[in-house]
């Protein structure tokens, strides 16, 4: 089923409306159509009467009912075309409207992994672009769609019916035209396609330099990612060429054929009135129904090339729909029946990330509930990986990952996720006042309890200072802030949220030597009775954890106190002497 006919037979709730508008267009077209009959009508009397010397009064007394019709007829096709694209956009918005909902809430179903593989830009011109396309076409192409195909018909009807040699002779020239639209049509699809991706990569290439600029004139690489700019932006103009190729062909197309018509109905039609096979009115019919025709060829022409594009649009727009979304098959809830809350199992654990590239075997650890453990490795050695794990944003391809003897794949997302909380190394902070920013993970939360959290996380004092306090609005991801505000903003955001687990990658990373050893106090606090899991950068972190995981390529190499480890002699031991003589671990 190509993506326009799945789109049709999706918004049948909408086919009631769909009737009425057409009904409402033909009886438009039907209008337009009996006009210049009537036209006709009135040369055919002016002339007659001017050869037959009758004066002005008596001409018009004999055509003064045809322009009553006549004028009736306008303001009928007026008022019939208003309401019938009226509606239309009323019934193109709220179809639109609903793929729209349908695709961002998928968006949120969707597995980690698939944001990995997609480019952000790729996937925002698919939200906007393409959907915009899709509306374009819905309020504006298919009542003009509708309209034009009426309006031919009627036009070629009147045509035969007054003259079915002409009319035949006409129809033959439209036939022609049909048959190379139909052709540039389909053209604009591939061309469109090409288009649409090469829109995705030039912005997912501009996101990364306007998100990346401090790297990049760090690095002073600005003429090497402007270069790389520049190759996706010409991509980019060779694509909207080609599609300009397409859509800019159609017009001169339609003019051409259309001056031949009308250039037949000239000779013919002149001979045929020398031979008084015709009038001369029914001639002037013949042109305004030729200009009926050729005006809606074009248009709908235009139409169904960017029918041909909301298509290909709609084809991208349903590959986000159609991937299948993450399924929560757990319905267990977690603590409700443990007596050591927070203790977690991993039972001979295989991950990959790919399941040809299995990068962790056969992992076996025991968080006792309530213990603080460190996790410390070299850079790449899997250390945000187990706690992902732990999150289950990835599943595992074998053995068993237990949060109080229950297996994480059997409880309920919404219920791992209310037990474990993060606090990551990026502070993610969305457009909203400080409060939301601290309040996302219990929106209920009293700005009492907002105040109590930011005090514990050292974020009140700062807070205060500012203009707006707590009502202060965060803007472009928290931008007006500093890199250690908008991490104790989190860190608020996680005490607030209480989970029973407590993942921290390297929160007070970013957080200065001062503030630090004050959250770190407050930390001891709230940590206690809570399982906290630390991705350990720090000798802080290290000296307070109940005991440390050493993670060296997907393997957990040691595991036991700072003491223990270091008595041993091995990695851990390397990994500290390194630290203490000034390296991070
Ligand atoms: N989404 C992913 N897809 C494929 N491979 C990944 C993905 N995330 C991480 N990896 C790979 O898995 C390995 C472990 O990465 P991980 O992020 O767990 O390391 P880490 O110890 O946390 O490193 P760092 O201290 O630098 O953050 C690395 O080789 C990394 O390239």
């Avoid at 961002?104 to 672009?129: A, N, V």
């Avoid at 339609?254 to 039609?269: D, E, H, P, R, S």
């Avoid at 248009?299 to 169904?304: K, N």
């Avoid at 050893?517 to 630390?534: C, D, P």
């Amino acid at each position: 089923m190509s993506p326009l006919h799945r789109f049709l037979m999706e918004s049948k709730s909408q086919w009631g409306w769909l009737a009425l508008l057409i009904l409402e267009l033909i009886t438009a077209a039907m209008f337009e159509v009996s006009a210049p009959v009537l036209l006709g009508k009135v040369v055919d009397a002016i002339v007659s009467g001017l050869q037959t010397d009758q004066d002005i009064n008596t001409i018009f007394a004999s055509i003064d009912t045809i322009i009553l019709w006549l004028i009736a007829i306008y303001g009928g096709h007026a008022l019939f075309t208003y309401f019938g694209e009226y509606m239309m956009a009323s019934i193109g918005s709220k179809t639109v409207l609903a793929l729209r909902t349908r695709m961002s809430t998928h968006l949120y179903s969707l597995p980690i992994e698939y944001f990995h593989d997609h480019q952000r830009g790729d996937l925002l011109s698919r939200l906007t672009s393409d959907l915009d396309a899709v509306a374009e076409t819905i309020g504006e192409g298919v009542p003009g769609l509708v309209s034009a195909i009426i309006g031919i018909i009627g036009a070629t009807a009147m045509m035969i019916w007054i003259s079915p040699m002409l009319g035949i002779s006409i129809i033959a020239i439209i036939c022609i035209g049909i048959l190379c639209l139909t052709w540039l049509s389909k053209r604009a699809r591939r061309v469109y396609l090409k288009n649409q991706s090469a829109l995705g990569a030039f912005n997912s290439g501009i996101e990364e330099i306007v998100v990346g600029k401090p790297i990049i004139q760090t690095f002073g690489l600005e003429e090497t990612t402007t270069n790389q700019v520049n190759i996706l932006n010409d991509n980019l103009f060779k694509s909207m060429r080609s599609a300009a190729f397409t859509s800019q062909l159609v017009e001169p197309l339609v003019k051409f054929l259309n001056q031949i018509t009308y250039c037949l109905v000239a000779i013919q039609g002149g001979l045929m009135v020398l031979r008084g096979s015709i009038s001369i009115g029914d001639i002037q019919a013949f042109f305004l129904y030729v200009g009926q025709v050729s005006d809606p060829l074009s248009r709908s022409s235009y139409i169904l090339t960017k029918f041909q594009e909301t298509s290909a649009a709609l084809g991208r727009i349903y590959e986000v729909i159609d991937t299948p979304s993450e399924i929560d098959k757990g319905n267990k809830t977690l603590g409700d029946t443990t007596t050591h809350p927070g203790t977690i199992d991993f039972e001979h654990v295989d991950f990959g990330y790919t399941p040809s590239n299995v990068f962790m075997k056969d992992i076996n650890i025991h968080i006792p509930g309530g213990s603080m453990v460190a996790i410390v490795g070299p850079t790449g050695a899997g250390k945000s990986t187990l706690v992902n794990l732990i999150m289950r944003f990835y599943d595992i391809i074998n053995g068993r990952i237990t949060i109080d003897g229950i297996d994480i794949r059997d409880v309920s997302r919404e219920s791992l996720h209310n037990t474990v909380g993060m606090v990551l190394q990026d502070a993610w902070i969305f457009t909203g006042t400080i409060a939301d920013n601290i309040g996302y993970g219990k929106p209920n939360a009293s700005r009492e309890e907002i105040k109590y959290v930011a005090k514990l996380a050292m974020a009140d004092h700062f807070i205060r200072t500012l203009p707006d306090g707590y009502d202060t609005v965060l803007k472009r991801g928290g931008d007006d802030l500093s890199q250690g505000q908008r991490q104790l903003i989190t860190i608020a955001r996680a005490f607030l949220a209480d989970p029973t687990i407590l993942i921290l990658d390297e929160a007070t990373a970013n957080v200065d030597t001062r503030t630090e050893v004050e959250v770190q106090k407050a930390m001891n606090t709230l940590l206690k009775g809570r399982t906290s899991i630390v991705i350990a950068h720090r000798l802080s972190t290290i000296k307070n954890a109940d005991f440390l995981l050493v993670v060296e390529n997907g393997t957990i190499v040691e595991q036991g106190t700072h003491h223990e480890l270091i008595e041993r002699g091995g990695h851990y031991k390397e990994l500290y002497e390194n630290y203490a003589a000034g390296m991070t671990l």
